[in-house]
């Protein structure tokens, strides 16, 4: 591991910079910053979004796991709940339908020119950010544990080996991908 | 090379592609997942912590997650720049208050479309802090972790962004 970048805070707000532009170049790129993208993904008419993020997904599981072999990275997992995990999935997918941008695509959309979701979705973004941090406590009393899942990795969930689960995860997303093509989606 | 950096956009795979190494990198060159909503946690903070510093200073959550400039903080400017870059070299850099589609189905307000958008925001970034993580940080870093969090999440993302936009479009549209 590369202890000593990851400890220079000067070095990681330049390394948080770089990467940053680079993510939102490549989603300006992919055109899931666009709001007709987004939305089409969520009517089901238009998979550029599921598209790219399972491409990220499989060139990342392949990248991730074979630095983790290496000894240079650590999982970075946390533990989920119904409780907090899908009640909050299941927030965060109103307020993707209603704004027609996620967290990072609000961001890419204001870089091309979308005045609605710089004045409307980063506005909203602050405010939910304020709200969380007021309501947090009481949610993690009340509903953020509940129903707590039984593992936290596919692997231990299926009791299966790690890269028995990667290689079925690209062997199914890839189907899934070319029958998106073959369907002409 | 060149024509690359002019195109409109790029094959979703590709870009999909880069997006992985990226993720990678983030985790080799940071040992942080990729991730948006967390920045925004820090934005908010700041702004809040120059307005009214008690709040912040009692506040649970802050003290979690720390109001600063760093890392996550400096993901979301970055992402505006680089968005930026991209438009600007395609020729693809338009000013829009109303998406096109927005716009034929419920009109070309924009005070309209600015108030449904804020009302998104908010539910938006409370349902990301809510499940730990957004698009990104569940969707591609999470999940290419197998983590079960990352894949319930990024599930139900998509199960409320589907029933909601079909709700929109198809019923109030």
């Not at chain 1, 666009?34 to 392949?62: E, N, P, R, W």
């Not at chain 1, 009481?138 to 080996?161: N, V, Y």
């Amino acid at each position: 591991m590369l202890t000593g970048l990851h400890r220079n805070r000067r070095a990681q707000i330049a390394l948080g910079l770089f990467i940053g532009i680079a993510f939102g170049f490549l989603l300006q790129k992919s055109n899931v910053t666009s709001y007709q993208v987004v939305i089409g993904q969520l009517l089901l008419s238009d998979f550029t979004i599921l598209k790219m993020m399972l491409s990220a997904v499989i060139v990342g599981m392949i990248g991730f796991f074979t630095l983790k072999r290496l000894r240079l990275v650590q999982p970075h997992i946390m533990s989920g709940a119904a409780g907090s995990s899908l009640a909050g999935g299941l927030v965060f997918g109103l307020g993707f339908a209603l704004l027609g941008y996620c967290p990072g695509t609000v961001a890419g959309a204001v870089g091309q020119g979308a005045l609605d979701a710089l004045f409307g979705g980063c506005t909203g973004m602050l405010i939910g950010a304020g709200l969380f941090a007021r309501i947090y406590p009481a949610l993690d009393t009340a509903i953020l544990h509940r129903g707590e899942f039984p593992a936290t990795t596919l692997p231990q969930l299926l009791h299966a080996s790690e890269r028995l689960v990667i290689l079925l995860f690209v062997i199914v997303s890839v189907l899934f991908l070319l029958l998106l093509e073959h369907w002409g989606l | 090379m060149l024509a690359y950096l002019t195109a409109v956009s790029w094959s979703p795979y590709l870009a999909g592609a880069g997006i992985g190494i990226l993720a990678c990198c983030a985790f080799l060159l940071s040992d942080r997942p990729l991730g948006c909503s967390t920045g925004y946690v820090k934005i908010g903070g700041l702004v809040e912590r120059a307005l009214r510093p008690a709040i912040v200073e009692k506040n649970e959550y802050y003290r979690m997650i720390p109001p600063a400039i760093d890392w996550q903080f400096m993901i979301v400017p970055g992402i505006v720049i680089g968005a930026f870059l991209s438009a600007v070299l395609s020729g693809s850099f338009h000013l829009v208050w109303v998406p096109a589609l927005w716009g034929d189905t419920f009109g070309y307000s924009p005070a309209l479309r600015v108030v449904v958008a804020v009302i998104g925001g908010i539910l938006l970034e409370t349902g990301a802090r809510w499940a730990g993580g957004c698009t990104s940080g569940h969707g591609i870093s999470g999940t290419l972790q197998l983590s079960c969090a990352s894949i319930a999440a990024a599930a139900c993302f998509f199960i409320g962004g589907i029933a909601m936009a079909m709700l929109l479009f198809h019923i109030i549209g």
